[in-house]
C-alpha cells in the first residue's frame, strides 16, 4: 500500500493548485522559505507521490468545472480565426443580428454612443474584438511552431589542444 501524504505536502497540493507556482506553494504550505528557492521547489513536484495528486486533483478540477484544455484551445481558435465581417456590419458598425454565438463570444467590448446636437444626432459605435495575435500567438505556441530558443543535440569528438608557448620535447 502507498504512504499516504504528510500535512505539508497535502497543504503543498492544495496551493500549488492556486497558482502552479512550486516556490510560493511550498511558502504557503509552510516548508522553510530559505530551503525552497526555485530549484529546491521544483524538487518537490518530483516526489511521485505528490505529482499524482497534483494530477488526480486537476483532472478532478477539470471534470468538476468543465475546463480542459480542449476547450481552451477551441476557444483560442473560434478568437484567432473570426472575421469581423461575420460580427459586424461594417458600414453600420452594428453588430450583426445573425451573427453566430461563436462569433459574438469573440466581442471584447461594445461601445454605443448617441449624441443630439445642433446639427442632429449622431451615432457613435465601436466593436473591439479579440486580439487575433495573441490567441494566433496561443496557439502556435501549443502546436511547438514557436520557440525562444534553440535546441540541439550535438553528438560528436571533442579534442583541445593548448599550446602554452614552450618548445615541445
Do not use: P
Not at 29 to 39: H, L, M, N, W
Not at 112 to 126: L, M, P
Not at 128 to 157: Q, S, Y
Request: charged residues 35%; aromatic residues 4%.
Amino acid at each position: 500500500m502507498a504512504r499516504q501524504l504528510s500535512k505539508k505536502q497535502k497543504r503543498f497540493v492544495e496551493e500549488y493548485l492556486i497558482d502552479l507556482n512550486a516556490t510560493q506553494a511550498a511558502i504557503r504550505a509552510g516548508y522553510k522559505r530559505s530551503e525552497y528557492t526555485d530549484t529546491n521547489a521544483s524538487k518537490i513536484l518530483e516526489n511521485t507521490r505528490i505529482a499524482e495528486e497534483i494530477e488526480k486533483a486537476m483532472a478532478e478540477r477539470s471534470r468538476r468545472t468543465g475546463i480542459n484544455q480542449d476547450r481552451v484551445i477551441l476557444e483560442l481558435a473560434k478568437m484567432a480565426f473570426v472575421n469581423i465581417d461575420d460580427v459586424v456590419d461594417v458600414t453600420t458598425g452594428a453588430v450583426k443580428k445573425d451573427a453566430t454565438k461563436e462569433d459574438l463570444a469573440c466581442i471584447q467590448s461594445i461601445k454605443y454612443k448617441n449624441t443630439t446636437g445642433v446639427n442632429g444626432v449622431s451615432v457613435e459605435r465601436e466593436v473591439r474584438i479579440a486580439d487575433k495575435k495573441a490567441c494566433l500567438e496561443l496557439l502556435g505556441k501549443h502546436l511547438g511552431m514557436f520557440k525562444d530558443k534553440v535546441e540541439m543535440d550535438v553528438d560528436m569528438e571533442l579534442n583541445i589542444s593548448v599550446d602554452y608557448g614552450g618548445d615541445a620535447e
